[in-house]
Each structure stands twice: as C-alpha cells, then as structure tokens.
C-alpha cells in the first residue's frame, strides 16, 4: 500500500465528520481514463476534499515552495502531488502533466494559481491548463 491509498480513507473520514459536505456533478468524473480536473481554490483543504470524494486515484500540480519544506515535500510526493514553478510556463512540470494524462491518470489542477481567499467565485484562470491535452 502506498501513502495516498492510506491517507486518502482516513482523510475522508475526518472530513465526513468535520465538516458538511455536499458534492455535485461527481458523476461526471471518469471512474477511469484521462481526467483533467479543474477546480477553484478557496482553502488549504482542497486538495484533499476533491482527493476524497472522487473514487478514483488523483496526481496533483502543487506550487513548487511546498517541496522546499522539510518532511512535507517528500509526504506531497507520496501523495501524487509534483511540483511546478508558478509564473514561468514550467516545461518540465507541463511534460509531466501531459505524460500522466496521456497515460490515463486524473490530474487535478488549480488554474488560479493560488488560493483565492477572498472569493467564492472563480478568478483569473491562468492558462496552463488549457494547454493540457
């Protein structure tokens, strides 16, 4: 087993009694297939509310400065989370992203760019994900 198949049960169980959720159109994500998931993001519990509540294993672009930080990088890399340089059309980060797809995985990506704690609404979208086949 690995972090993610072990995390994700339990993180889903703390959500589930922590907090009201309600998910709609989960119906439309493939139980398998390429998957390009694009969400706004509003909190730090994100990634681990989409990783939760869709049934499938998701891989994760997370800003390049979380892989700096001592023990959690190597916990977001075990989580299918790698890193991409925000604001510089990260090639390599890109390449990763269209082999993933290419090879069937569900990517979620946050095309703000950042969190957005000041609306509830979607911002500026950059455009890398567009660019994602």
Same mark, same amino acid.
């Not at 989960?26 to 989409?50: K, M, T, W, Y």
């Not at 997370?62 to 075990?78: C, M, S, T, Y």
């Given at each position: 087993?690995?972090?993610?198949?072990?995390?994700?049960?339990?993180?889903?169980?703390?959500?589930?009694?922590?907090?009201?959720?309600?998910?709609?159109?989960?119906?439309?994500?493939?139980?398998?297939?390429?998957? =390009?998931?694009?969400?706004?993001?509003?909190?730090? +519990?994100?990634? %681990? #509310?989409? *990783?939760? $509540? @869709?049934? &499938?294993? =998701?891989?994760?672009?997370?800003?390049?400065?979380? +892989?700096?930080? %001592? #023990?959690? *990088?190597? $916990? @977001?890399? &075990?989580?299918?989370?790698?890193?991409?340089?925000?604001?510089?059309?990260?090639?390599?980060?890109?390449?990763?992203?269209?082999?993933?797809?290419?090879?069937?995985?569900?990517?979620?990506?946050?095309?703000?760019?950042?969190?957005?704690?000041?609306?509830?609404?979607?911002?500026?979208?950059?455009?890398?994900?567009?660019?994602?086949?």
């Amino acid at each position: 087993m690995n972090l993610y198949s072990i995390g994700k049960p339990l993180v889903a169980l703390y959500l589930r009694f922590g907090f009201k959720i309600q998910v709609i159109g989960r119906e439309n994500v493939p139980d398998q297939g390429s998957a =390009l998931i694009c969400c706004n993001h509003l909190s730090n +519990f994100d990634p %681990p #509310l989409v *990783g939760t $509540v @869709l049934s &499938r294993p =998701l891989s994760f672009v997370a800003k390049e400065e979380l +892989f700096k930080i %001592p #023990l959690f *990088g190597a $916990v @977001l890399r &075990r989580l299918n989370a790698f890193p991409i340089r925000r604001g510089t059309g990260d090639r390599g980060a890109i390449r990763l992203a269209m082999k993933l797809l290419r090879e069937g995985h569900a990517l979620l990506i946050f095309p703000e760019g950042h969190r957005n704690l000041k609306h509830t609404k979607m911002q500026h979208a950059y455009s890398g994900a567009g660019f994602l086949p």
